[in-house]
């Protein structure tokens, strides 16, 4: 497809277990964003990469989070020993360059029961 | 601190009325960019509007401008002849282009525009 694609869109699991959540971003796109966003509340930034590499990682909330992008295309957000508080949608985007508009996908709704 | 506030949780509007969604920001960064987005109900990320903080214009976009007082630090989001269709939540967000993370886009809280009829 021609915009961001975020799978699964729905993802219930059991505290302590790991997650993977993927994202495909708009082709040619070269940096790429994920984001936390609770209900009600603005998103909330996690980490960004350009190209392959982590341009920027300070939104991790601990050691539990890692994002992943070895090709510099598909990105890969993964969650150690999930916790309750990490129920949340997680959102993709990704922008030609850092300087431009960033499209959004619609999102992954984690639930940490 | 906060960087964008959006001091109006919640506002209505008639159906072909404007409405005006507030945002104010905070930055030391003379050189960064204002965005709007929309999020409906399915939860997707719309973006609507872009302004550089040295465009010398208010951005318009279709039926969305911006109205951007760089002294007050505001960024407001005007909707001109509200449809239903409208009935979202709005997210002002920043981006610090002299930063070292200058890809980063810092969002408000959000306020949530309903379209009466």
């Known amino acids: 497809g021609a915009g961001v694609s975020q799978t699964p869109s729905n993802k219930v699991t059991e505290k302590g277990k790991y997650v993977e959540l993927r994202c495909d971003p708009i082709s040619g796109h070269t940096a790429l964003y994920w984001y936390r966003q609770s209900l009600g509340q603005g998103p909330e930034f996690l980490i960004y990469f350009q190209g392959t590499g982590a341009a920027d990682d300070s939104g991790l909330p601990n050691d539990r989070f890692f994002a992943v992008r070895p090709e510099g295309s598909v990105s890969t957000l993964k969650i150690q020993r999930t916790e309750r508080g990490d129920s949340a949608m997680y959102l993709c985007?990704?922008?030609?360059?850092?300087?431009?508009?960033?499209?959004f996908g619609q999102g992954t709704r984690l639930t940490v029961v | 601190a906060q960087k964008i506030t959006q001091t109006q949780p919640g506002m209505f509007v008639q159906e072909k009325e404007a409405v005006t969604l507030d945002c104010t920001y905070d930055?030391?960064?003379?050189?960064?960019?204002l965005f709007w987005y929309k999020q409906p109900s399915s939860g997707e990320m719309i973006f609507l509007i872009y302004?550089?903080?040295?465009?010398?214009q208010n951005a318009t976009e279709g039926r969305y401008s911006l109205n951007f007082q760089k002294a007050r630090k505001s960024a407001n989001l005007v909707i001109s002849a509200s449809q239903l269709g409208d009935s979202a939540m709005y997210f002002c967000?920043?981006?610090?282009?002299?930063?070292?993370?200058?890809?980063?886009?810092?969002f408000g809280q959000g306020t949530i525009l309903t379209v009466h009829p």
């Open positions: 985007a990704s922008s030609l360059g850092e300087r431009t508009e960033a499209f």
């Open positions: 302004q550089g903080s040295y465009d010398q």
């Open positions: 967000a920043m981006r610090e282009i002299g930063g070292t993370s200058y890809g980063k886009l810092t």
């Open positions: 930055t030391s960064d003379p050189s960064y960019g």
